[in-house]
């Protein structure tokens, strides 16, 4: 954990973390020999002469002043470590997000996304107070008491012997208990992500539950995630009680060992009672870490959790880059050469090869699970091919520089995701520079133009969170007009009139043909009406093409998509008859 946290801190202030050990290690000295010289202190205030005891006193008085000293500049070294951990940290997770790999935030059954979320989410005090609140009682409490036990040698080495042995005793059950804890922890971490997930899930569809007439939690998912957790957290409380009582016994063990100790030695004569009385004291301060360090169990594994998670994201694979970019901002020429590519280990696409021209519309049709939006993955560079090239104007797109990447494709998703602000702020998303001229010209390609002239706020109107105030056709024409302002040269489709009613189909079609801009078109999509402008079709099945050509040519072959066609007219003319 700690050199996870020291690996977090930027590397123009790795300096410092040598001057806050350095500090660290001066204050649990300067602690032990103020403990230990208390033995001394008492012994002499038992003497034939008392006033022997100043000079101990002013030791006593030195240490004390000098600790406190010590600490105060540990702790204002600490915030400072614990500040510029906090900005680093959120700055590195923040930057690594976007280039990192998707087959790996969608893999390990959402932990991994989940991870990222709760690093993203990591609290600013948490993280500032790693180092202050927990870093330095942390070692203080693992040094201290072996601080003091090596001080003891030098008054009595049984004594100190004794006092070594319960700090490997201490260490050891704090390292036992620790592990008994993480082994519980790991899995009530698993089911409570469960179980916040299901949660969100039984939220977000009370329509589907309620026309379902499943709306008792304990009837759904719900239930079973809930009975999950009520059961890790069972066993988290078994394997934490387990813990919790061998380092009670060790630390009864520690001091009956060195109490023990001090009492033989005292009977043989080898030590004064005034120095056995004292020995009470150091025995006090020397078990106190330990109980510090018992409270501080369950921060510690909170905050290794919390590293973790944090150096995942860190070091979560990202795409391949290079600094390859495009010479124009026309419409390229988009070729597959020999690519394959799987989710894992689910082969998707197969040996898959073609070339779409500059400025044409492609349509790419085909079952579903047959590789379509993955294909308009590829081409956005959201993955990655498995073997295989896919090329942009002759550029390979894992050699582009990501601002390239980013800037070349425009998306219109088949579930379009807006953020928690107005209309505008949604469709500045796809270019922040647009000025007012642009913005306008996309919402009246888009037809949200027809959308803010009813509203109240024109195109200041909230959206609300994931764009709930509006019906999921407004919502894609939002999208489709941030697709549209975004002057990319490669426009992706991905069924984005899949789920809308006739009205709004019709318009999102109008506005995807209607874009003078230079840009070639990749467009996904079941219903012909989203492909009657397509200059070209592929029919993808079983992650290969089987058909390629014009819409005409394809009818005419009397193939695959003459089949898919003829299903769609047919489906177009059912009726519901009285």
């Not at 003891?152 to 049984?158: D, K, R, T, Y």
């Not at 949660?199 to 009975?227: C, H, K, N, W, Y």
């Not at 009582?245 to 009956?256: I, N, P, R, T």
């Not at 189909?505 to 402008?533: F, K, Y």
């Amino acid at each position: 954990m700690i050199r996870t946290l020291i690996a977090l801190i930027p590397s123009d202030r790795r300096g410092k973390v040598g001057i806050y050990a350095m500090l660290t290690l001066v204050s649990v000295v300067v602690r032990a020999a103020g403990t230990v010289l208390l033995i001394p202190l008492v012994a002499a205030l038992f003497s034939d002469v008392p006033r022997d005891a100043l000079p101990w006193l002013g030791w006593l008085t030195a240490a004390t002043v000098i600790g406190w000293i010590v600490d105060t500049a540990t702790s204002r070294l600490g915030f400072d470590l614990g500040f510029a951990l906090l900005d680093h940290t959120q700055h590195d997770v923040a930057d690594r997000l976007p280039g990192i790999r998707m087959d790996w935030l969608g893999g390990d059954g959402g932990a991994n996304t989940a991870n990222a979320r709760q690093a993203i989410a990591a609290t600013g005090p948490e993280l500032v107070g790693m180092v202050v609140n927990l870093l330095t009682p942390l070692i203080g409490a693992i040094l201290l008491p072996a601080a003091i036990a090596l001080a003891l040698l030098l008054i009595s080495v049984p004594l100190g012997l004794a006092a070594l042995a319960g700090v490997v005793i201490l260490l050891g059950a704090f390292w036992a208990s620790g592990r008994l804890s993480r082994k519980a922890d790991a899995v009530a971490d698993e089911t409570n992500r469960a179980f916040t997930e299901r949660i969100i899930e039984f939220a977000r569809t009370q329509q589907a539950l309620r026309a379902a007439r499943r709306v008792e939690p304990a009837r759904s998912m719900v239930g079973d995630a809930l009975a999950a957790q009520h059961g890790a957290s069972m066993r988290l409380l078994l394997m934490q009680v387990p813990g919790q009582l061998l380092f009670s016994l060790a630390s009864q063990l520690a001091l009956l060992i060195l109490a023990g100790m001090a009492t033989f030695l005292t009977v043989r004569g080898t030590l004064g009672v005034p120095e056995a009385i004292a020995m009470i004291v150091v025995a006090a301060r020397y078990l106190e870490p330990f109980t510090s360090l018992s409270e501080l169990a369950p921060a510690i594994e909170s905050t290794r959790a919390t590293l973790g998670r944090i150096r995942a994201v860190l070091d979560a694979p990202v795409m391949a880059t290079g600094t390859a970019a495009l010479s124009t901002n026309t419409a390229p020429r988009i070729e597959f050469s020999g690519v394959t590519f799987g989710y894992g280990t689910t082969p998707v696409l197969k040996d898959v090869s073609f070339v779409l021209e500059p400025g044409g519309t492609t349509a790419i049709v085909g079952p579903s699970g047959s590789g379509k939006s993955t294909i308009l993955s590829l081409i956005a560079g959201l993955h990655q091919p498995s073997s295989g090239r896919v090329l942009i104007d002759g550029v390979d797109t894992a050699q582009m520089d990501a601002e390239t990447r980013r800037a070349t494709t425009s998306v219109v998703f088949q579930h379009p995701y807006l953020f928690d602000g107005t209309i505008r702020d949604n469709i500045l998303v796809g270019d922040p520079g647009a000025d007012a001229e642009q913005l306008a010209a996309a919402a009246r390609l888009a037809r949200v133009d027809e959308l803010t002239g009813r509203l109240p706020d024109g195109d200041g109107a909230k959206v609300g969170e994931a764009g709930t105030a509006l019906s999921g056709g407004e919502r894609q024409r939002v999208s489709i007009a941030r697709a549209l302002v975004k002057p990319a040269p490669v426009l992706l489709v991905d069924e984005a009139t899949s789920a809308l009613d006739t009205e709004n189909e019709a318009a999102v079609v109008d506005a995807l043909t209607a874009d003078e801009r230079s840009r070639t078109r990749v467009i996904v999509a079941h219903r012909l009406a989203s492909i009657r402008h397509a200059d070209r079709v592929l029919f993808l099945d079983g992650g290969q093409i089987v058909e390629d050509g014009s819409i005409d040519e394809l009818l005419a072959a009397h193939g695959r998509f003459d089949e898919f066609w003829n299903q769609q007219r047919e489906a177009a003319d059912w009726q519901i008859t009285h």
